[in-house]
C-alpha cells in the first residue's frame, strides 16, 4: 500500500521505502559506531545521514540498550537539546524523528525545535531488574497513556513500537493501541514490531518470517534491526561486524513490506531500497 505522512506541513511519499539515519547523542548506545557526542560529530553525522540519501534523521539522547542504566529526563533533555540545536542549524528543513518514550521529552522537541514525528521505544523495560519488572511494567503503561495524550495533542506523526514476542501478540497489541490513538484523534501511524525488545533471538527470527502479517493493519511499517543482538548472537560476532546480516535482514524486511529502514548505515541501506525498487519495478 502507498502512505504519506504529514510532517508539520511537509508530505513524506512512502510509495517508495524510506531510509532513516539513526543519531545517537549518547555515550552508551550499544553499537560504538553511532555514539556523537561533541558538536563536531553530530554536524558530521547530520551531514553524513542526508549526503548518503535518508529521507529522515532519527535523534536520540537516552539509549534502551539491555542492562544499560537510563539517562534521566533532565540529561535526556539536555542531550536532546544540544543535538537538535546543531542538526537544525546544519538541516533547517530535514524530517526530524525523536527516539524517546517521555512525554516531556517529546513535546519539548516538537515545540522548541520543530520535531517532525516521534518514535516511541515505550520505556527501557529490558534494562529492568527482574525483581522490580512487574511494577514497571505498571507505570510504564500510565507513561504510555500521557504520551498518547501528548503526541495526540501534538499532531505528529508517531511510531509505535510493540515489546510483545509473537505476531499473534504483537498483531493485537498494534490493534489495540491503534484503537485507542484513533479515538484521540492521531491520524498518522507507524506501527514497528519491535525487533531485539521482548524477544528471543529465535522469536526475533519467527516474527521476521511473518512481517507480511503487519500489512492487515493497513498502516506503515518500520523496520529497525540494524547490528541488532538478533544477528551477531546468531553469527557469533558482534555489532561492529553485522554491517552483512544487517543488509541481508534489510533486504528480507523490504521483501516483506517495511516502508521505513532505522539504520546506522545509510547508504548501505539507500542501496539495497534502490536495487529492490529496481527489481519489483522491472516485473
Known amino acids: 500500500m502507498e502512505y504519506t505522512l504529514n510532517c508539520n506541513g511537509k508530505l513524506l511519499e512512502l510509495n517508495t521505502p524510506q531510509v532513516m539515519g539513526i543519531l545517537n547523542a549518547t555515550p552508551d548506545s550499544f553499537y560504538a559506531g553511532s555514539r556523537t557526542q561533541t558538536e563536531q560529530e553530530i554536524a558530521e553525522r547530520t551531514q553524513q545521514i542526508l549526503g548518503e ?12 540498550r539491555p542492562d544499560s542504566e537510563p539517562a534521566t529526563e533532565g540529561e535526556e533533555m539536555e542531550r536532546m537539546r544540544f543535538a537538535l540545536n546543531i542538526v537544525r542549524r546544519e538541516a533547517p528543513e530535514a524530517v526530524i524523528s525523536i527516539d524517546t518514550y517521555r512525554p516531556d521529552v517529546a513535546r ?12 516511541d521505544v515505550a520505556g527501557p523495560v529490558l534494562a529492568t531488574p527482574h525483581s522490580q519488572r512487574e511494577n514497571f511494567q505498571t507505570s510504564t503503561l500510565e507513561q504510555q497513556k500521557s504520551m498518547f495524550r501528548m503526541v495526540s495533542r501534538l499532531g505528529v506523526p508517531y511510531i509505535y513500537m510493540s515489546r510483545k514476542a509473537t505476531m499473534k501478540e504483537i498483531l493485537l497489541d498494534c490493534a489495540e493501541v491503534v484503537d485507542k490513538l484513533r479515538s484521540m484523534g492521531q491520524k ?32 506503515p511499517l518500520l523496520v529497525g534491526i540494524s547490528r541488532k543482538s538478533m544477528i551477531y548472537r546468531l553469527l557469533g560476532t558482534t555489532p561492529e561486524k553485522s554491517l552483512n546480516g544487517t543488509t541481508m535482514l534489510n533486504t528480507f524486511s523490504l521483501q516483506k513490506g517495511a516502508d521505513i529502514l532505522r539504520v546506522h548505515d545509510v547508504k548501505e541501506a539507500v542501496e539495497v531500497v534502490k536495487m529492490y525498487a529496481s527489481l519489483v519495478n522491472s516485473k
Open 53 to 64: 540519501g535518508a529521507t529522515i534523521i532519527d535523534v536520540g539522547a537516552c539509549s534502551t
Open 108 to 119: 519539548m522537541t516538537v515545540e522548541e525545535f520543530g520535531a517532525d514525528i516521534i518514535n
Open 188 to 219: 498518522d501511524i507507524i506501527l514497528d514490531p519491535g525487533f531485539g525488545f521482548g524477544k528471543t533471538v529465535e522469536q526475533n527470527y519467527a516474527v521476521m518470517q511473518e512481517l507480511e502479517r503487519m500489512q492487515m493493519l493497513h498502516l
